[in-house]
């Protein structure tokens, strides 16, 4: 319960931080400004992977919990625990923010600058990036190490600051339904629900094939 509990007051932490500095950065035109969006995004995620990484790890993300799942470094009975826990810290980060900007339209929601196919194939390959950092960098399904928290928000700050502008690098089935479902605003929403998982699952067996020891004979 613990784990689950902080995976939601993470996740929520994520969503909150995250689109809450898109938010402003619209209705305050431009002080957050890009760069410190994609700069919020990667410290929010690095302040919770060290401060909750030692209780459950601290995914805050659906498709790296299915991830590690596949992978078999993560339980799979407590999967369906994980993804509750997040998606609930995340509806709840975007109801509080709907409350405290009322106008907002789309309350922080991802949504494709170009095409579909665009955005989805940006938001696999990203996903495919970080899931790839994440596994090499965590013991386990822990996200753990005097490095680990760097690495990992430093690699969600620079997806979010080059490709953000496109597709709104989410990486993250859990940030993109909560603002879409609160919002309303569902049309492109299955685009980051599918490309970040599908993303990440590819990174597994990549990873796997280039840890595999070589044998010397």
Known sequence: ????????????????????????????????????????????????????????????????SIAFT?????PAKLLPGYIISQLTGALLASFVLKFLFPLNELLGATIPMGTEMQSFILELILSFFLMLVIINVSVGSKEQGMFAGTAIGAVVGLEAMFAGPVCGASMNPA?????????????????YIIAPITGALLAVPVCNYLTIKIKTT
């Open 1 to 64: 319960m613990k784990a689950y509990v902080a995976e939601l007051i993470g996740t929520f932490a994520l969503v909150f931080c995250g689109t809450g500095a898109i938010i402003i950065d619209q209705q305050f035109g431009g002080a957050v400004t890009h760069a410190g969006v994609a700069i919020t995004f990667g410290l929010i995620v690095t302040s919770m992977i060290y401060s909750l990484g030692p209780i459950s790890g601290a995914h805050l993300n659906p498709a790296v």
């Open 175 to 191: 940030r993109s339904i909560a603002p879409a479902i609160v919002s309303g605003h569902l049309e492109h929403l299955w685009v």
């Open 70 to 74: 596949i992978a078999r470094r993560f």
